[in-house]
């Protein structure tokens, strides 16, 4: 519907240069030729009949050029069709004037010549226009068939060297979208096989626990029970963290801003995670100038303190050590004593169920998504945060002060 009320548009304005132009032609004769009023009289009927052509010609070529196979072959046709028109004025206007029949003749051979010359220029000027439009024809069906490589190499400054720069563009951004898609699906095929090689091990731990019990093979009942809780609370922990990184990949994870004191979260942070460091032997540290408040999300920072505090325990040698300080922007980094991340690791350590090494642990255990989840936590806070290679693992989150 739209399309059609352009087209209507484009023929009211064409027709409405045709009232322009013979006025024009007719302030023109009066200048120059000076008519009696029968000769004034016999060129407005002239130009009056030309018009009524002209307005047929404006109406009915766009409908029957839109019926044509190639636009070549309509831009031919209204070249010419507007050649006609004005050599039709031509002889009329030379009958009128009663030009000697040998004049006549010779006006009639230049407007002859005229015919081919238009012609010509009409197939030479659509030629190129009809050459490139085949081109990003191609194009489009190359895309079509999922080819998002071929540029159109069209070379233009007109429209349709707009139109080829916007189906390249098109094209360049579909290659991405595929190469994005690519990406997503490898790293969601290596996410599924990661969770499931971490749901196995616990699962197979405590069949193998539940058989001995029930076959009363077990030597240490007791054992194999605290054995089972563990394994239990491995698999709680790893959907708990595979439940919330989809939730923070999802933009689902309202968080609310409000003034609370870093230092704090992060000795909460210390304390909930002292058992694991004493049955580890490793001295946990808070390195922070006293009270340091901003605004920010608590329960998203303090699961980030966590993450990166309980990361470290498992990787530490004997000492983790918590700095917070302040410049710019709030800037939290955790050290560990231990081998630290190997530097080809360091660009992906923040990847899911990444782990440099497994003998790096001191305990084997982590469900490999504690750095993702941080990082997103950080990324959704508006800060960043890095992995610096060994010796020593450390990793440095900042985040903006209000």
């Known amino acids: 519907m739209g399309s059609r009320l352009q087209v209507r548009a484009v ?7 045709l009232p322009v132009a013979v006025v024009v032609a007719m302030a023109l004769f009066e200048l120059t030729m000076e008519p009696t009023p029968s000769e004034r009289t016999q060129l407005a009927l002239i130009f009056g009949a030309l018009m009524v052509v002209a307005a047929g010609a404006v109406f009915f070529l766009p ?7 190639s636009l070549r072959f309509a831009v031919i046709a209204v070249g010419m069709t507007s050649f006609l028109i004005v050599a039709a004025t031509a002889i009329v206007a030379a009958q009128q004037m009663f030009f000697s029949t040998h004049d006549l003749q010779l006006l009639l051979v230049v407007l002859g010549f005229g015919l081919v010359a238009s012609f010509g220029f009409a197939y030479a000027v659509s030629r190129p226009i009809t050459a490139d439009l085949r081109r990003i024809a191609e194009l489009a069906q ?10 159109s190499s069209v070379i233009r400054a007109d429209e349709v060297g ?9 094209a360049r951004d579909l290659r991405k979208a595929e190469e994005r898609r690519g990406a997503d699906d490898a790293a969601r095929r ?15 731990s405590l069949q193998a626990a539940v058989e001995a019990l029930q076959d009363g093979v077990a030597p240490d009942p007791e054992r194999y029970l605290r054995s089972m809780e563990r394994d239990i609370d491995a698999l709680h922990r790893l959907v708990d963290d595979v439940f919330l990184l989809a939730r923070l990949e999802a933009g689902s994870v309202d968080l609310e801003l409000q003034p609370v004191d870093v230092t704090e979260i992060a000795d909460e942070a210390i304390e909930v995670l002292r058992p694991t460091a004493q049955r580890l032997a490793i001295n946990v540290v ?5 009270s340091i408040t901003t605004a920010t999300a608590p329960e998203a920072l303090g699961r980030v303190m966590r993450n990166l505090i309980d990361n470290a325990i498992r990787h530490s040698a004997s000492q983790v050590t918590v700095s917070i300080s302040t410049e710019d922007q709030l800037r939290v980094r955790v050290m560990d004593d231990g081998k630290g991340f190997p530097p080809d690791f360091v660009e992906r ?4 169920f990444t782990r440099a090494d497994s003998a790096r642990t001191r305990d084997g255990s982590g469900t490999g998504l504690g750095l993702a989840i941080a990082r997103r936590f950080i990324d959704a806070l508006g800060g960043s945060i890095h992995a610096a290679p060994g010796p020593g693992g450390v990793v440095e989150f900042n985040l903006p002060r209000s």
């Open 11 to 17: 023929r009211l304005k064409a027709l409405l240069w």
């Open 63 to 69: 409908r029957w050029s839109e019926r044509m196979r």
């Open 142 to 151: 190359r895309v079509a068939g999922g080819d998002f490589s071929t540029p």
């Open 162 to 170: 707009d139109l080829a720069n916007a189906f390249d563009a098109m």
């Open 190 to 204: 290596e996410f599924l096989t990661a969770v499931g090689h971490d749901l196995r091990s616990p699962l197979g």
């Open 286 to 290: 808070l390195d922070a100038p006293g």
């Open 349 to 352: 350590a923040f990847d899911s």
